[in-house]
């Protein structure tokens, strides 16, 4: 107890922490005279003490400074200074020359231990690039920027490029080689770099299509025994071989890949088998094809091996093994998850949040994807051995339904059940009845498979034209799926089919909202729009379906249409011309060019797009009629002869025709054969007055004797003309004269007049131009110029012939909400879908 010691109150805790010992203190050795004396004098050149006790020290000799008298150099913390003797012993002094003194410093050198007087270090030397070494390794490094530019090039399309750099690489690194065997470092050529290079120079030339060039740079790799595992390039140079159709080449270099292949690789060896097999298939050699595909599902099953199996029983027609193949088809697994785990959970926060953000990630595009391939590659299986497998198609399709409902693939099962009623509709001699009965069957089923068969029965009544039970079916298809764009556009084509163009746009609009790319509904809008004369709402509707089906030659007809209504007939024949460039055959688009040219008053272009249209089509009356009249108009009756007698063949009742005939005759001075025609009209009509009146005139002229009977013959049928004409007029007044007694005398009570309802119809009337058309055309042919003969004073009433306006009607029907599918032979994929399409 007598060291221990109690703190009073006045004592400071914590006095002494600033205190230290001021020969520490460095801050002020540049400023301490005594200091900087010594260090520059002999005392502090002067070599240590040595100790009394073994190392060096300097005793405890106290050490004076400007700051204060001598006193020992003593740590703050108690601790003997270096070289101070305690307690009878010196402690051994360490080294200073780590620190920076020494102990040879001359006179008049300043204190430095930094070393900061002898300035900054020097620069670094330059590469010296002239060695051969660093030649080399620039070279090296511009070929492997090359090959990179190459690929990058050959990724974003410009194929052409990617060959230029893949060239260019081969030149340089040919230089590398020469730039090495002359530096005498021939052993250290970089066979990676070569090989890489004449590997990416092959696959260019095979992506540009230089097949010969790139099987011989293959060749060069695979013949150099110092490159490893070039064995496996013989699978591209087969491929080369499969593209030029030199199959027995191809399998050659298939099975010399499959030889150099380990079992190792067994997904390789898998494909290089599948490979075999197409080829196989493409030479016929089915029995080969099968073998592999066989061994194939044995040892690692695919969907796209089992698919091209069941085609090859399909070919050689063996039922038993096309449902064995069907089942193991249907066994294979889809290789991806289930759908459950991407179904968020309501608890966990953290679990919904990554749900949700891999919902429509890549991968899962991908497994639905591989999904879809799936089931489509099950359903064209389906539906190609249905009719084959049993006596009947609808007994092979039950068979394929039973399957796939025992399978982990059951939903498709419905599917394959609509496309047995889609397979009614598509024979030649098809059950209707069995077909909208198995579509009935699904009324009762789950909403996306309800709404599939009621889309299609509303489809189907709507060709038909019984629009009230394809009104009732596309409600219930709506019913069942509000967000259906199919079933919308049947909705809509009901309603229009019933003239309520305001409600049919609405349906319309309403399917693009839900599905923004469906070109039905757009195309069926801007029709809509047409009958509504909403011109330039039309116009925009078509000109947004033209960007999306460039090359659709109803859409940039319907644009032609729209400009020739908006009065723009410049822009109409640029449409049109469009239009006969997609289809240049097209007799309607042909004529309507003609139209449109002898509109603008150029009749030799007319009379060119005519011409062609009459080629294509040699029935059109309309064409028929412009050719003749122009032919007449430039004074080549002869030839316009032919196409009226063509007219006649075409309309053998119409008079009119073979009056024409007979005044070309006429106009060419072929009086003789003039006479014969007219004879013979008048035996096929006697009752004619246009041909009595010519008869008697060229008889006249001609002297013949005749004269006397067809005067005779014209004077009768003249006057019984004028009683009938005014036995008609009599009538009228008559019956007008009832109506007015009748009227005078009712008492306000009116008797409704039925008529007959005119035929709903989708399609364009004919537009307000043609009447005014058809007058000028009969004008024209009127005012034809005359001949020498004294034959023109008969006016040609008779022959007045309209001319209608040639619009196709079939461009004006809407498109029906089904989706397109592809009929598609062995190997092709085939698009499926729930919906029928019009032939």
Not at 224 to 230: G, H, I, Q, R, Y
Not at 317 to 344: C, H, N, T
Not at 820 to 833: H, I, N, Q, S, T
Request: glycine share 4%; hydrophobic share 35%.
């Amino acid at each position: 107890m007598e060291n221990v010691h109690l703190a009073l109150e006045e004592e400071d805790l914590y006095s002494g922490y600033n205190d230290y010992n001021p020969t520490f203190d460095s801050e002020e050795l540049e400023n301490d005279v005594g200091f900087q004396q010594a260090v520059r004098t002999s005392h502090g050149r002067r070599p240590p003490m040595t100790a009394k006790f073994p190392g060096t020290a300097i005793g405890a000799r106290p050490l004076a400074s400007s700051f204060g008298s001598r006193i020992p150099m003593t740590s703050s913390v108690g601790r003997p200074m270096t070289g101070a003797v305690q307690d009878g012993a010196a402690r051994p002094m360490t080294a200073v020359r780590a620190a920076g003194y020494t102990s040879s410093l001359t006179r008049g050198s300043t204190f430095d231990p930094l070393g900061q007087s002898r300035g900054p270090a020097p620069p670094l030397e330059a590469m010296n690039e002239d060695t051969p070494e660093e030649k080399i390794k620039i070279l090296e490094k511009k070929v492997n920027d090359l090959i990179e530019e190459s690929c990058m090039a050959q990724s974003m399309g410009a194929l052409q490029l990617a060959l230029e750099k893949a060239k260019e690489a081969g030149r340089k690194e040919r230089a590398l080689v020469r730039q090495r065997e002359q530096s005498g470092n021939a052993d250290h050529i970089n066979l990676d770099l070569t090989y890489s290079v004449l590997l990416n120079l092959a696959n260019q030339y095979a992506n540009n299509e230089m097949y010969p060039e790139a099987l011989n740079s293959y060749q060069v790799i695979v013949k150099n025994k110092m490159f490893s595992n070039a064995g496996r390039l013989k699978v591209n140079m087969a491929n080369i071989y499969f593209k030029q159709k030199n199959y027995p080449k191809a399998i050659k270099f298939y099975r010399m890949a499959l030889d150099q292949i380990s079992n190792a690789h067994k997904e390789m060896r898998i494909k290089i088998m599948q490979n075999i097999g197409v080829v196989f298939v493409r030479m016929g050699q089915y029995s080969d094809a099968i073998t592999s595909f066989e061994h194939i599902m044995s040892e690692s099953p695919n969907i796209k091996t089992g698919f091209n199996l069941i085609l090859c029983y399909y070919a050689i027609g063996d039922r038993e093994r096309m449902k064995k193949a069907f089942q193991k088809l249907i066994s294979v697994p889809p290789g991806i998850d289930d759908e459950d785990k991407y179904i968020p959970s309501n608890d966990d926060t953290s679990t919904n949040m990554v749900i949700e953000a891999i919902k429509n990630d890549k991968l899962h595009q991908m497994e639905r994807d591989l999904k879809v391939l799936a089931e489509r590659y099950i359903m064209t299986a389906a539906k190609l051995i249905a009719p084959s497998i049993e006596t009947s198609f609808a007994a092979g399709f039950d068979w394929c339904v039973d399957m796939v409902k025992s399978s982990q693939y059951v939903e498709l099962a419905n599917d394959l059940e609509i496309n047995k009623a889609i397979t009614y509709l598509r024979q030649k001699d098809f059950n209707q009845v069995e077909a909208v009965e198995t579509l009935k069957t699904f009324e009762k089923k789950d909403s996306r498979v309800k709404s599939a068969a009621a889309t299609n029965l509303s489809f189907l009544y709507f060709l038909e034209k019984d629009y009230d039970q394809a009104d009732r079916y596309a409600d219930l298809a709506m019913n069942a799926d509000r967000y259906n764009p199919a079933a919308l556009i049947n909705k809509g084509n009901t309603v229009f089919a019933k003239q309520d163009y305001e409600k049919a746009a609405e349906f319309y609009k309403e399917a693009l909202r839900n599905d923004s790319s469906c070109t039905e509904a757009l195309y069926n809008l801007g029709l809509t729009y047409k009958k509504l004369d909403r011109l330039e709402e039309a116009l925009d509707c078509f000109l947004k379906l033209h960007a999306i089906l460039r090359n659709s030659a109803q859409v940039m007809y319907q644009l032609a249409h729209l400009y020739e209504l908006l009065e723009d007939p410049q822009q109409a024949i640029e449409w049109l011309m469009q239009v006969i460039s997609v289809t240049p055959t097209d007799p309607q688009a042909l004529a309507k060019l003609g139209e449109l040219h002898d509109g603008e008053g150029d009749k030799s272009q007319a009379f060119q797009y005519y011409y062609e249209s009459f080629r294509y089509f040699p029935s059109n009356i309309d064409v028929i009629e412009w050719l003749g009249a122009y032919y007449i108009e430039t004074q080549f009756c002869e030839k316009a002869i032919l196409y009226f007698e063509r007219a006649t063949l075409i309309q053998p009742t119409q008079v009119k025709w073979q009056l024409m005939v007979a005044s070309c005759y006429r106009r060419s001075g072929n009086y003789q054969k003039a006479l014969e025609t007219y004879k013979d009209i008048h035996r096929k009509f006697p009752e004619n007055v246009e041909c009595l009146r010519f008869l008697v005139r060229l008889c006249t002229d001609m002297g013949l004797k005749e004269i006397q009977e067809y005067a005779t013959k014209l004077k009768k049928v003249e006057k019984m003309k004028e009683i009938k004409e005014q036995r008609v007029k009599s009538g009228r007044e008559g019956s007008a004269r009832g109506r007015r007694e009748g009227r005078e005398g009712s008492a306000g009570i009116s008797t409704p007049v039925f008529t007959s309802p005119k035929k709903a119809s989708i399609m364009d009337s004919s537009n307000s131009s043609n009447s005014t058309k058809g007058e000028r055309l009969s004008a024209k042919m009127r005012s034809l110029p005359a001949s020498s003969e004294p034959y023109e004073a008969s006016s040609p009433k008779e022959l007045d012939a309209s001319y209608v306006d040639p619009l196709g009607p079939q461009m004006e029907r809407p498109k029906t909400g089904a989706k397109k599918r592809v009929e598609d032979d062995d190997f092709a994929d085939e698009e499926l879908g729930d919906d029928l399409l019009p032939e």
